[in-house]
């Protein structure tokens, strides 16, 4: 089983860029796609980046997605930031034995 | 619009079941595989079971197997969770989720809201 190693927390204040790694333990990171899920607080998930890099309908293209395969790890990029910015995201992946993996989560404030 | 409402919220004691329903609106239910989510107090996001469109291939967490069913009514638009043997690490916010697939791959397109699951003494 592989897992999906995340910083437990990310601060940056309002206006800056910030930068979400998210790191596969075994298994090449460019062989399935990485997504990444925003969840504000007291809030359900929504998606916010699917197959690596795309966002769905209504996600500003201020969120980013990409793959680093030097580092076995996939990245969420955050531009701009704003105070609504400040929530939990989460990267998911998966293989053939391991349907449904997600990360361990990184909590963004927005200071 | 895509509209999933779980309902089932509860309290049971060790050892004891509880019924998740989700309700589907918004698409054609029957087209779409699904998957049920938690999230502990405090914790990340857990996946805990998959069934597809269909019915006939279903997976399930190793945290859960044998203890837990999945199924759906699609004339009823309707998923379930029987979480039977609960345990207090079964403590935790229950997510409906639909599964969208593109061409090489899959993840959660649309979550419910939550319904919230306490096993306790």
């Known amino acids: 089983n592989f897992i999906l190693t995340q910083p437990h927390s990310v601060s940056e204040s309002p206006g800056k860029t910030v930068t979400i790694s998210c790191t596969r333990s075994?298994?090449?990171?460019?062989?399935?796609?990485v997504h990444w899920y925003q969840q504000r607080p007291g809030s359900a998930p929504t998606t916010l980046i699917y197959?690596?890099?795309?966002?769905p309908s209504g996600v500003p293209d201020r969120f980013s997605g990409s793959i680093d395969r030097s580092s076995n790890s996939a990245s969420l990029t955050i531009s701009g930031l704003r105070p609504e910015d400040e929530a939990d995201y989460y990267c998911?992946?998966?293989?053939?034995?391991?349907?449904?993996?997600f990360g361990g989560g990184t909590k963004l404030t927005v200071i | 619009e895509v509209h999933l409402v779980e309902s089932g919220t509860g309290l049971a004691q060790p050892g004891g079941s509880l019924r998740l329903s989700c309700a589907a609106s918004?698409?054609?239910?029957?087209?779409?595989?699904m998957n049920w989510v938690r999230q502990a107090p405090g914790k990340g996001l857990e996946w805990v079971s998959y069934?597809?469109?269909?019915?006939?291939?279903?997976f399930y967490a190793d945290s859960v197997k044998g203890r837990f069913t999945i199924s759906r009514d699609n004339a009823k638009n309707s998923l379930f969770l029987q979480m039977n043997s609960l345990r207090v690490e079964d403590t935790a916010v229950y997510y409906c989720?639909?599964?969208?697939?593109?061409?090489?791959?899959?993840?959660?397109?649309?979550w419910g809201q939550g319904t919230q699951v306490t096993v306790s003494s």
């Open positions: 989720a639909r599964v969208r697939r593109t061409s090489g791959s899959y993840f959660v397109g649309d």
């Open positions: 918004g698409f054609t239910f029957s087209s779409f595989e």
């Open positions: 069934i597809s469109g269909s019915g006939n291939s279903i």
């Open positions: 075994s298994g090449y990171i460019g062989n399935n796609y």
């Open positions: 197959d690596d890099d795309q966002r």
């Open positions: 998911q992946s998966y293989d053939n034995r391991n349907p449904w993996v």
